[in-house]
């Protein structure tokens, strides 16, 4: 069974709008993949359908091999997300709500405490364990998003604009974090529009108007340009 993420002739409308259209892909395990485009490509359309928010009737999605129209609870137990809006209660500490989630997700109360524990370790953040996360910088708060969302040890990380409103430093260990994760073996899926994000040997895919503009290795696909000069020359847009 593929531990990575498929997805095959995808689409969506809202209304008249085609949002998505016949987008398909493959990330293996084991890859850092960055999703780039430009505000308005439908890359939030797309999270919203690999994490089942939205249903597509259209296409297929398949997530660690499982099925995620056939087989959703299966799917989605395998994937873990860090959404582009914090989703934290900024009133529990830091352990508090990783705990909370390792509950949601059934974890047996045995193993939940060595997992949050090896989660924040990985992190850097065990000595901000008690602290509430309204205390938190914006750095520190993604990185307890991410500890949480690597908690079940799902085989797909999608992580949505996850360094909006970071600054510099924040952004690079984050950026830096999440490609260790994926050499580790695990399959991650980033989307952005800040090509300063993208490394040249990561898998790229470039969406635009709703389609997959260009899919390959990244400094394959920028050749001779800076990427962010091929990306707006491709898509007009700045990044």
Same mark, same amino acid.
Do not use: N, P
């Given at each position: 069974m593929s531990s990575g993420l498929s997805v095959s002739g995808l689409e969506f409308r809202f209304g008249p709008k085609q949002a998505l259209e016949n987008v398909s892909f493959e990330v293996p395990a %084991?890859?850092?993949c960055a999703l780039l485009g430009p505000n308005g490509a439908g890359k939030s359309t797309l999270v919203s359908l690999l994490t089942r928010l939205l249903v597509s009737p259209d296409g297929a999605i398949h997530i660690a091999g499982y099925d995620l129209q056939r087989k959703p609870r299966a799917a989605l137990a395998a994937l873990g997300v860090v959404f582009q809006q914090p989703t934290l209660d900024l009133n529990l500490t830091?352990? !508090?709500n990783l705990s909370y989630f390792a509950a949601l997700h059934g974890l047996p109360r045995n193993i939940v405490s060595q997992r949050i524990d090896a989660a924040l370790e990985r992190l850097d953040m065990r000595e901000r364990a008690?602290?509430? /996360?309204? #205390?938190l910088n914006g750095g520190h708060r993604r990185r307890m998003e991410l500890a949480r969302a690597l908690l079940h040890e799902p085989k797909v990380l999608l992580l949505d604009e996850p360094t909006?409103?970071? #600054? /510099? /430093? +924040?952004r690079a260990a984050i950026t830096a974090h999440v490609h260790d994760l994926a050499d580790q073996g695990l399959c991650v899926l980033?989307?952005?529009?800040?090509?300063d994000e993208v490394r #040249?040997? #990561?898998h790229l895919l470039v969406l635009h !108007? %709703? +389609?997959?503009l260009a899919d390959g290795q990244a400094g394959a696909i920028r050749g001779t340009?800076?990427?962010?000069d091929w990306f707006l020359s491709h898509t007009g847009a700045a990044a």
């Open positions: %084991g890859t850092f830091v352990w !508090q008690h602290e509430k /996360a309204r #205390d909006v409103g970071l #600054d /510099a /430093a +924040a980033w989307t952005t529009h800040l090509t #040249d040997s #990561d !108007q %709703g +389609a997959i340009s800076s990427l962010s």
